[in-house]
């Protein structure tokens, strides 16, 4: 007999698919099982057993002689024997009529009956699971179920649900309160016992909080591709309805192979019978033409079809009942509604097409498994994984490791491009400035005003929330804001309302009508603004900044090279005392910039200056001590620069001059001095005068000879004379006592004059020359300038 395990192969074959069987398939599947062992019994009843019986049948003749009569004969013993119809047949000859009778006699629905129901029955267990054999869907699924399993089994999932599931605290306290309420207490010797109930669960929960928020860094990791394949997975799936397609074809087979079945079986399950009459032309053979058979199986085999036609019935309205509910539902959508309300997960988005179709299934089989995989296709969810696996990787004690001082003596922490913000910052209460580079969806806790010391944020390209109370933290201890950004609509909303801040940089695109930019708009709010930096695109200065003016001392503005016109409003901003007007187009200095009496400090770099006759008026500007000018294409210095007696540093490199007038070296208040990469020939000899001068620079230019009276700058301790055409180093240079750093590289000498050895503070780092120049000094000089 062939075992029904047998057929196991024609059904599927992961345990793990059947979460994707409704309770259709399943009832089917068994429905399949019993059809299958009627099948497999009839066919082994066909092999085991003889199919038909048959007996001659003679003609009826009027001759006696060739009948034989019954009777009974008795002889000396008084035996009695009995005796019937003679056939002169012999068995060879019977299994032959047999064999002849069942061919052509016996109707092939009785012949084939057991066969026809163990083909229907293997079809319909093939089509039932061919959409998880075939190569364009089962790979689908495989993925699917795998990662099904590992969402439903993830510590994650379990926390992120019993997290935005849990009841509050005051929740919690109500209903004990309510239930201790409803407890009777009869008298005092009860009392003891019903506290001593009361107290169980307090304990169970004092236990269970911590566990229940556990998750090692491992499983947070775990999470992290988890929450990665999904996102993927949904990608791929939601392209193509193959799945969908595939279910509907095969239950649609189903029903018309239902229909069929139902049609030719119900026709021809009255042919099997009992008594069969045969008629074959074997005379010649066994002498007899006409032949009474008994179907032996006939009586089972009725009694198996009229079963396997109930079967059928059921299997079919099953199916059409399928037919019903992939048709009448729209299963290509799939909507997570009621997760929402139920978890209050709110992010959790809709899904269609073939995604949408296996949820579907899923929830026939346990909509738990739809509730527990959603947390893995919210962002909330994901974000706070990263959050947590963040703190994992970043702990306060690494974090502090990183702490560095920068340029404004605070203790800085900087973090770059990370998922997040580590909860574990704000356990750094000695921090003084946090710097966060290339960091997206950074929400500033309540925690933040731990940082009793955080005087400076810095944002380059950040995306920032803030918590109600770190916006008031922010608000009352904030001293320095830096904002680099993309676009002037990642500009943080809240940092208009950071009254006590001193100083901000904006760094990034703004709109070119910056009249018309609520970002400006915003800035009279901030009554403490003394510094403010912009580096951006502005066609002209705001009336917002001007109205900050009051208490505005420092201002920085750094354009990409677009011009900027309508400068008028500089004249209100009478308390400046330093003004940067860097990369903006200017032809001319400014009118308005003269009106500026408390001005110290003054740059005008990269810009298009040709000429600075305007320079006389700068002679109104009493407190102007740094005059920057560098990097344009001055041509000349007029000699109203004599004017400028309270000049301490001058910037004028990187122009094309040509000739110093003497009369800039009326400027006695000098320190600071920097005429390098220009054109100049010829150094004149009113450089003497400059007696307070440390610092002067005349690198790559084409100075050919040095004046003496260059060396009785006695203060000098920097002194850059690289890349032009001297030949000759005067031995004066030892009237430089103070000189810590001298360039020669980059010219025409021969030797070194050994009085260089009398600057004692020049070492040889602050020699900047060729090696071969270098030793040409004497030994003992060079030992000594070797010697720290």
């Not at 345990?15 to 019993?34: G, Q």
């Not at 922490?413 to 997206?440: A, C, R, W, Y």
């Not at 200095?589 to 400090?601: D, G, K, V």
């Not at 260059?710 to 000189?739: H, V």
Request: with cysteine; hydrophobic share 40%.
């Amino acid at each position: 007999m062939i075992p029904v395990m047998e057929f196991r192969q024609f059904s599927e074959q992961q345990p793990a698919f059947r979460v994707l069987k409704p309770w259709w398939d399943v009832f089917t599947d068994y429905l399949s099982v019993i059809m299958l062992m009627i099948g497999v019994f009839g066919c082994t009843l066909q092999v085991m057993q003889d199919k038909i019986i048959c007996l001659p049948q003679r003609i009826s003749s009027g001759n006696t002689s060739d009948m034989e009569v019954l009777h009974l004969q008795s002889n000396s013993s008084a035996v009695r024997e009995m005796t019937g119809l003679k056939t002169d047949l012999d068995l060879q000859q019977y299994s032959f009529i047999n064999q002849m009778c069942y061919e052509k006699a016996l109707h092939w629905y009785a012949k084939y009956f057991p066969y026809l129901v163990l083909i229907h029955t293997l079809v319909f267990m093939v089509c039932s699971n061919f959409w998880f054999k075939f190569p364009g869907s089962s790979s689908k699924i495989e993925h699917f179920i795998s990662m099904l399993g590992k969402c439903f089994d993830s510590p994650w999932t379990t926390r992120a649900l019993s997290e935005v599931s849990g009841e509050n605290p005051e929740e919690k306290d109500h209903k004990k309160s309510a239930t201790r309420s409803n407890i009777a207490v009869p008298g005092e010797g009860n009392l003891e016992k019903t506290q001593s109930l009361r107290s169980i669960p307090e304990k169970i929960v004092v236990v269970d909080k911590p566990t229940a928020s556990v998750l090692d860094k491992k499983e947070g990791e775990q999470a992290k591709a988890l929450f990665e394949k999904v996102k993927k997975f949904r990608l791929h799936v939601e392209e193509g309805d193959i799945l969908y397609l595939m279910y509907v074809r095969q239950t649609v087979f189903k029903v018309f192979k239902f229909l069929l079945i139902i049609a030719y079986n119900s026709s021809l399950v009255n042919k099997v019978r009992n008594s069969v009459r045969c008629e074959v032309e074997i005379q010649d053979m066994t002498g007899y033409k006409n032949f009474e058979c008994n179907h032996t199986m006939a009586h089972l085999f009725s009694k198996l079809s009229y079963c396997y036609l109930c079967l059928v019935a059921v299997y079919g309205l099953t199916s059409l009942y399928t037919s019903y509910w992939l048709f009448y539902r729209s299963l290509k959508e799939y909507s997570f509604e009621y997760v929402r309300q139920e978890t209050g997960i709110n992010d959790i988005p809709d899904v269609k097409n073939d995604f949408a179709f296996m949820l579907h299934m899923i929830d026939q089989y346990d909509p738990l498994y739809s509730k527990r995989f959603a947390v893995f296709l919210s962002e909330v969810s994901e974000n706070k994984l990263k959050q947590l696996n963040l703190n994992h990787e970043w702990t306060a004690e690494k974090l502090r490791q990183r702490l560095q001082t920068n340029i404004n003596n605070r203790l800085e922490l900087q973090l770059f491009m990370l998922p997040g913000l580590p909860d574990t910052v704000f356990e750094l209460t000695e921090l003084q400035s946090l710097k966060l580079e290339i960091i997206n969806n950074v929400t500033i806790p309540a925690s933040i005003s731990q940082l009793e010391d955080l005087q400076e944020l810095s944002l380059y390209q950040c995306s920032l929330k803030l918590h109600t109370t770190a916006t008031s933290f922010l608000k009352e201890n904030l001293k320095v804001l830096r904002v680099k950004f993309d676009d002037n609509r990642e500009l943080p909303h809240w940092m208009y309302g950071l009254r006590n801040l001193e100083e901000l940089y904006l760094t990034g695109s703004l709109s070119p009508d910056a009249s018309k930019n609520i970002v400006f708009e915003s800035l009279r709010e901030m009554k403490c603004l003394k510094t403010l930096s912009l580096k951006t695109n502005l066609t002209k200065i705001p009336q917002s900044i001007v109205d900050v003016s009051s208490h505005l001392q420092r201002l920085y503005l750094h354009n990409d090279g677009t011009k900027l016109v309508m400068l008028n409003n500089l004249k209100k901003m009478s308390n400046l005392i330093e003004l940067e007007l860097v990369r903006c187009d200017l032809e001319r200095i400014p009118h308005a910039i003269f009106s500026l009496t408390n001005l110290q400090e003054l740059d005008l770099k990269e810009n298009n200056l040709r000429s600075i006759e305007e320079i006389i008026s700068f002679q109104h500007l009493r407190k102007l001590t740094c005059l920057k000018l560098w990097y344009n294409g001055i041509m000349y210095i007029p000699e109203h620069i004599k004017k400028l007696g309270s000049l301490e540093r001058l910037y004028f490199s990187h122009n094309k001059i040509e000739i110093l007038p003497s009369h800039l070296f009326l400027c006695n208040k000098l320190r600071y001095l920097d005429l390098s990469n220009n054109d100049i020939r010829f150094i004149p000899p009113e450089i003497g005068v400059l007696q307070s001068l440390q610092y002067f620079s005349v690198t790559c230019n084409k100075i050919e000879n040095l004046p003496d009276e260059l060396f009785f700058c006695k203060k000098l301790k920097t002194l850059k004379l690289g890349k032009n055409s001297l030949s000759i180093l005067s031995p004066k240079i030892s009237y430089l006592a103070l000189l810590t750093y001298l360039e020669l590289r980059c010219n025409h000498f021969e030797l070194l004059p050994q009085e260089v050895g009398c600057c004692r503070a020049l070492k040889r780092s602050g020699l900047i020359v060729e090696e071969t120049l270098f030793e040409t000094l004497p030994s003992d000089v060079r030992d000594q300038m070797k010697a720290e």
